[in-house]
Nanobody, 123 residues
Framework: QLQLVESGGGLVQAGGSLRLSCAAS????????AGWFRQAPGKEREFVASISSIGGSTNYGDSVKGRFTISRDNAKNTLYLEMNSLRPEDTAVYYC????????????????WGQGTQVTVSS
């Protein structure tokens, strides 16, 4: 099993920045594609960003393009999400995800989730 633990959430004013981290353990993190999702109260979980297993390819949801940056350090088994120019609508619980197949693959995949970290952006 791959365990994922997020950190770095908190309360920030609109226009501010936060960096989320996701520490992976239990298996070889570099074997997994990874991503961030978020869920606001009363809404469905939303894709934020993803990165390939060795970090060569990234993708972003339309609402965060140009403001958020996903990265990973496989030597440290850690996934990051740098969030800039935060808006109140970015308020949500942010979840780290890792999967054994690339995002977009239709083949069966092992799928792992962290417990989430709260990000609150005040106006």
């Amino acid at each position: 099993q791959l365990q994922l633990v997020e950190s770095g959430g908190g309360l920030v004013q609109a226009g501010g920045s936060l960096r989320l981290s996701c520490a992976a353990s239990g298996r070889t993190f570099s074997s997994y594609a990874a991503g961030w999702f978020r869920q606001a109260p009363g809404k469905e979980r939303e894709f934020v960003a993803s990165i390939s297993s060795i970090g060569g390819s990234t993708n972003y949801g339309d609402s965060v393009k140009g403001r958020f940056t996903i990265s990973r350090d496989n030597a440290k088994n850690t996934l990051y999400l740098e969030m800039n120019s935060l808006r109140p609508e970015d308020t949500a619980v942010y979840y780290c995800n890792a999967r054994s197949r690339p995002y977009g693959s239709r083949l069966p995949t092992d799928d792992y989730w962290g417990q989430g970290t709260q990000v609150t952006v005040s106006s």
